[in-house]
């Protein structure tokens, strides 16, 4: 049942609010937002508000002091403020526009006493039918946001260009966290309503329906009705942010284009860690948060800070321990952990959440264990976000049986690997080797295994956490000898069949050099020639 997690919001019936309109410029000063054709249009709070009270006298002349009191409510300034956000507005406005004409004429300065709007202005109703509870529909952090000021205006802006957004990534990499940014961005431009739906307990088509029924505070609706709920929601210019659609992403696919060809003024926002193949769908993949790279060590306190991964650390540390700073000896191993931890924020909010117990170098150490890193967590919160194992569980379940079973082969790689080689250790009697290069995209996919440009070679790898998950289901399953063992003839094959040709032999020995376990002895040995 998924009505509990989703966050119901009352759909309210406002009064129509105005809008100024002059040239392509409106400015809904209900919402405080000056858009160019639609787009929104940065701009300072105090220009804007002047902006507003000369709009709504236009044509008047509108002395400073009115003008002072509106934009500085609080304050009494110097006149020399007042002519600053007036060159600030007709800055803002010249970039925007070129069919308004010349803004010293728009704005006119009358010396000595004010200013007065000169363009003609239209005043239209902003039409809301309904204006959804936004703040009672979107979850509210508790945490800022760390590093992800690019991801979250890059996803703005081609949300509002494209209308279809599916963030996708690693479990705990931090979509939901960047949606809800984008969402909160959206709320405050160009959206008039934003309805959140969290489908992350959702498994069937009809679950989703519900969600979307229940998220915009409507009676209940089943089968055909569904459309009549769309409408009612979309009809405005609404952005549906669809959370967590990893395990119903058919039918999210199916709603999020039901929704984009019919309402040209909706937009979509989804994250799921697999995308959803869904016409008109942009993805945008998010990646880990930068931790320090190996090459920079010794690292001091303040080039480790300048990390988000690093940042992310110490901050959550912080909140255990008041008085910690980081200082230059604890910096490198700090270092180590967060790229031990593939700079996965729910990793690294563990992980800082042990320091108060086994101080740094403790928490460091607890790493090398495959079964204490995966029961790192904390008891409270999201059921799959209370320890690495339920994080990567929650994928690994979702996996077709072929899946699973390459996904825990794979584990047997320690670092990047080729695809050839990634095909032969997955293939057997069960799997032929063509599929297995399938299977290897379709997890790539799924956000649990990452394809690299290395050179002139795509490469493929698992994220720490992932291999450490992958390779405690081999164990569990007995392959792990059979498995090295296809790694060892992978190995042998390989060299042989690269012959002399030099380029070819050097990716031989990288790709030695970058497989462990069954590989260590033919690392040792590689061949002639
Ligand atoms: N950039 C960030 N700054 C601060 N905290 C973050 C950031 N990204 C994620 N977090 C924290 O990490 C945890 C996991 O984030 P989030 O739920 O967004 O991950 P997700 O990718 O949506 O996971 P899932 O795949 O399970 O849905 C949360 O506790 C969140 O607060
Ligand atoms: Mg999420």
Redesign the pocket.
């Known amino acids: 049942m998924i009505s509990s997690k989703s966050h119901v919001s009352e759909p309210m019936i406002t009064e129509p609010q105005a809008l100024f309109r002059f040239g392509s410029l409106t400015v809904a000063p209900s919402r405080r937002v000056l858009s160019c054709d639609g787009r929104p249009v940065i701009i300072g709070s105090r220009a804007l508000e002047i902006l507003i009270v000369l709009l709504e006298r236009a044509g008047e002349l509108v002395d400073k002091r009115t003008l002072m009191k509106r934009g500085w409510p609080s304050t009494v300034v110097e006149e020399s403020n007042l002519r600053t956000q007036i060159a600030a507005l007709r800055r803002v406005i010249d970039s925007v526009s070129q069919d308004i004409g010349v803004t010293g004429e728009l704005i006119a300065t009358v010396p000595g006493r004010g200013y007065r709007f000169c363009g003609s202005v239209a005043i239209v109703p902003e039409s809301r039918p309904i204006r959804f509870n936004q703040r009672a529909g979107i979850p509210r952090?508790?945490?800022?946001?760390?590093?992800?000021d690019d991801a979250i205006r890059d996803i703005s802006e081609r949300l509002h260009t494209c209308r279809f957004v599916t963030v996708t990534?690693?479990?705990?990499?931090?979509?939901?966290?960047?949606?809800?940014e984008v969402a909160e961005y959206a709320e405050h431009t160009y959206c008039e309503g934003t309805l959140y739906l969290d489908l992350?307990s959702a498994s069937t088509p009809e679950d989703v329906s519900t969600s979307l029924t229940q998220a915009a505070g409507l009676a209940s609706t089943t089968g055909d009705q569904l459309s009549g709920t769309i409408a009612a929601i979309c009809s405005q210019e609404v952005l549906v942010v669809l959370?967590?659609c990893?395990h119903v992403a058919h039918s999210v696919a199916l709603l999020a284009e039901a929704i984009l060809q019919t309402y040209p003024k909706a937009r979509v926002l989804a994250?799921s860690?697999e995308t959803l193949r869904a016409q008109g769908e942009h993805v945008c993949r998010?990646l880990p948060?930068t931790a320090p790279p190996i090459h920079v060590e010794p690292i001091s306190a303040r080039n480790a800070s300048r990390y988000?991964a690093v940042e992310?650390f110490v901050?959550r540390l912080t909140s255990n321990m008041h008085d910690y700073a980081l200082t230059d000896d604890d910096a490198p191993m700090v270092s180590t952990i967060c790229r031990r931890l593939d700079g996965i924020?729910?990793a690294?909010?563990f992980a800082a959440g042990r320091v108060d117990v086994f101080g740094i170098p403790g928490t460091l150490a607890l790493l090398d264990d495959r079964c204490t890193l995966m029961s790192l967590g904390r008891p409270h919160?999201?059921e799959?976000?209370r320890t690495l194992d339920a994080?990567l569980g929650?994928s690994y379940d979702a996996l077709t049986h072929q899946e699973q079973l390459a996904l825990r082969r794979l584990g047997i790689f320690d670092a990047p690997f080729l695809l050839n080689a990634a095909s032969f250790v997955i293939a057997d009697a069960s799997i032929a080797a063509d599929d297995a290069y399938l299977i290897v995209a379709a997890l790539v996919e799924k956000s649990l295994v990452t394809a690299e440009i290395m050179g002139p070679k795509l490469t493929y790898r698992l994220l720490d956490v992932t291999r450490a998950y992958a390779r405690a289901r081999l164990v569990e399953t007995s392959e792990l000898d059979s498995t090295k063992a296809r790694l060892e003839v992978w190995l042998s094959r390989h060299g042989q069949e690269q012959g002399a040709a030099v380029p070819a032999q050097e990716d031989t020995r990288c790709a030695m050099r970058r497989c462990t376990g069954a590989g260590v002895s033919a690392l040792q040995s590689p061949p002639a020639g």
């Open positions: 952090r508790l945490n800022r946001v760390i590093g992800r990534g690693h479990g705990g990499v931090g979509k939901s966290t960047v949606a809800l992350s959370d967590g990893d994250t860690r998010l948060l988000p992310l901050e924020p729910l690294l909010e919160g999201l799959r976000h994080l929650w």
